[in-house]
């Protein structure tokens, strides 16, 4: 399991790594403001698609050849960044981005879950998520320190730490047991399944309400910071320093997995429910940032946002674990990961569209507004799942409970 934890988070590390290059991309190659956001745009666009099929397929072609290849395409985009020398380069080192990353996430939990007793898969997935969660505020922080301080080809030195951490991934993966021996026996019955959402239709409203719309809104809000940070510290906060943003990002997406160890508020709905208020109030916290142009009041907005950040994808996630029968759950977490991605989409086009009415504040104001009125929502749903969630727990209890006492009368007997 270490091991694959592992590959998750290189992996992790790696999809969010160029955000603080955007800059300089922009710069080098004379980007309009329609061709960054494009730039943002296609990573996800790719691997929207890319996470349907290889998620519903997957067991059918063999887990780990199918992480294999991800690793290897997530390799070849950083080559490709290196080597790039015009600007449709960069297009396609984020599109294959977009398909190295689409296919892994859509992989990793199955095979994650297969290298895990059914004890232990409650664990494993939350485990899972914090390893995402911190890849993805690692990556940011590592480019840019490099960037600020290392003064040796800034679009260069980078990839080649990123290279490095991708071929740690795979030899990590390499040396996990090969489960193409079960995907040979799948193989007859995946192929033929449909590409879906896999939703049972007894799950279906409490899961797409109160796991995949908070994942959905916690990726639109933190793809705000991803995408907009580093233009948004250099042209509102009026800061030269590119290590600002990475580390932004670092506290956001870090720091949330950190929040995630804190015992407070321990019960699942209270925990989700104080998550994504959180969640809001740290977001309008960063936009007034940019009122009264001061980064102090960024970082405390950013952290504010980083514990809801935290506590919002750590229950959303386990919900999407604990609802599913565990056949269906491989499958459920695959639709999970893409109502977030969905959401990451959000922001990227969303402000792109609006900035040609408005400035890159205003259109962050409206981004906010329309997140914030999805929070009440719900919130105001959280009650109606309490209802469904102590019931469903209890009957769980009470099964469990004759189930005990059959197994006892069975030994007297």
Same mark, same amino acid.
């Given at each position: 399991?270490?091991?694959?934890?592992?590959v998750i988070f290189m992996m992790s590390t790696g999809t969010s790594f160029t955000s603080p290059l955007f800059p300089l991309f922009q710069e080098q190659y004379r980007l309009s403001s329609l061709q960054i956001t494009i730039l943002f745009a296609v990573y996800a666009v790719f691997l929207l698609p890319s996470l349907l099929i290889v998620g519903s397929r997957g067991s059918g072609w063999g887990l780990k050849r199918v992480l294999r290849i991800s690793i290897l395409l997530s390799i070849l985009?950083?080559? #490709?960044?290196m080597a790039s020398?015009?600007?449709?380069l960069v297009y396609g080192a984020r599109i294959l981005e977009g398909i190295a990353y689409g296919s892994f996430t859509g992989t990793a939990v199955g095979f994650l879950l297969k290298q895990t007793s059914e004890e232990k898969a409650g664990k494993t997935i939350l485990l899972s998520g914090m390893a995402v969660s911190f890849g993805f505020g690692l990556g940011p922080?590592?480019?840019?320190l490099i960037i600020q301080y290392l003064h040796l080809m800034p679009l260069r030195a980078p990839f080649w730490l990123l290279t490095i951490l991708l071929l740690s991934a795979w030899v990590g993966l390499e040396k996990l047991q090969d489960e193409d021996f079960q995907a040979r026996k799948e193989r007859r019955r995946a192929a033929s399944a449909s590409i879906s959402?896999?939703?049972s239709t007894d799950i279906k409203p409490h899961f797409w309400s109160f796991s995949a719309l908070p994942v959905f809104t916690l990726f639109t809000l933190n793809g705000t910071v991803?995408? #907009?940070i580093p233009s948004f510290v250099k042209n509102v906060i009026h800061t030269s320093n590119l290590a600002v943003s990475g580390l932004l990002i670092l506290l956001l997406m870090g720091g949330g997995t950190m929040m995630q160890m804190l015992p407070w508020f321990k019960q699942p709905v209270v925990r989700l429910r104080c998550g994504i208020a959180l969640l809001a109030c740290g977001a309008w916290l960063v936009v007034l940032s940019g009122t009264s142009e001061s980064i102090s009041l960024m970082w405390i907005g950013v952290l504010v946002q980083a514990l809801g950040s935290g506590w919002t994808f750590q229950i959303s996630l386990r919900l999407a674990g604990e609802l599913p029968n565990a056949s269906e759950r491989p499958k459920v977490i695959t639709t999970f990961y893409f109502a977030g991605y969905i959401g990451f989409i959000v922001p990227i086009v969303g402000v792109g569209l609006l900035s040609y009415l408005f400035d890159l504040y205003v259109s962050l104001i409206v981004l906010n507004v329309l997140a914030s009125l999805v929070v009440l929502y719900m919130l105001c749903y959280s009650v109606r799942f309490a209802r469904y969630y102590a019931a469903r727990n209890g009957t769980q209890a009470q099964a469990e409970?004759?189930?005990s006492k059959a197994g006892s009368q069975a030994l007297q007997s």
């Amino acid at each position: 399991m270490k091991k694959m934890l592992w590959v998750i988070f290189m992996m992790s590390t790696g999809t969010s790594f160029t955000s603080p290059l955007f800059p300089l991309f922009q710069e080098q190659y004379r980007l309009s403001s329609l061709q960054i956001t494009i730039l943002f745009a296609v990573y996800a666009v790719f691997l929207l698609p890319s996470l349907l099929i290889v998620g519903s397929r997957g067991s059918g072609w063999g887990l780990k050849r199918v992480l294999r290849i991800s690793i290897l395409l997530s390799i070849l985009a950083t080559l #490709l960044f290196m080597a790039s020398q015009q600007a449709w380069l960069v297009y396609g080192a984020r599109i294959l981005e977009g398909i190295a990353y689409g296919s892994f996430t859509g992989t990793a939990v199955g095979f994650l879950l297969k290298q895990t007793s059914e004890e232990k898969a409650g664990k494993t997935i939350l485990l899972s998520g914090m390893a995402v969660s911190f890849g993805f505020g690692l990556g940011p922080a590592l480019a840019g320190l490099i960037i600020q301080y290392l003064h040796l080809m800034p679009l260069r030195a980078p990839f080649w730490l990123l290279t490095i951490l991708l071929l740690s991934a795979w030899v990590g993966l390499e040396k996990l047991q090969d489960e193409d021996f079960q995907a040979r026996k799948e193989r007859r019955r995946a192929a033929s399944a449909s590409i879906s959402l896999g939703v049972s239709t007894d799950i279906k409203p409490h899961f797409w309400s109160f796991s995949a719309l908070p994942v959905f809104t916690l990726f639109t809000l933190n793809g705000t910071v991803l995408s #907009l940070i580093p233009s948004f510290v250099k042209n509102v906060i009026h800061t030269s320093n590119l290590a600002v943003s990475g580390l932004l990002i670092l506290l956001l997406m870090g720091g949330g997995t950190m929040m995630q160890m804190l015992p407070w508020f321990k019960q699942p709905v209270v925990r989700l429910r104080c998550g994504i208020a959180l969640l809001a109030c740290g977001a309008w916290l960063v936009v007034l940032s940019g009122t009264s142009e001061s980064i102090s009041l960024m970082w405390i907005g950013v952290l504010v946002q980083a514990l809801g950040s935290g506590w919002t994808f750590q229950i959303s996630l386990r919900l999407a674990g604990e609802l599913p029968n565990a056949s269906e759950r491989p499958k459920v977490i695959t639709t999970f990961y893409f109502a977030g991605y969905i959401g990451f989409i959000v922001p990227i086009v969303g402000v792109g569209l609006l900035s040609y009415l408005f400035d890159l504040y205003v259109s962050l104001i409206v981004l906010n507004v329309l997140a914030s009125l999805v929070v009440l929502y719900m919130l105001c749903y959280s009650v109606r799942f309490a209802r469904y969630y102590a019931a469903r727990n209890g009957t769980q209890a009470q099964a469990e409970s004759l189930s005990s006492k059959a197994g006892s009368q069975a030994l007297q007997s």
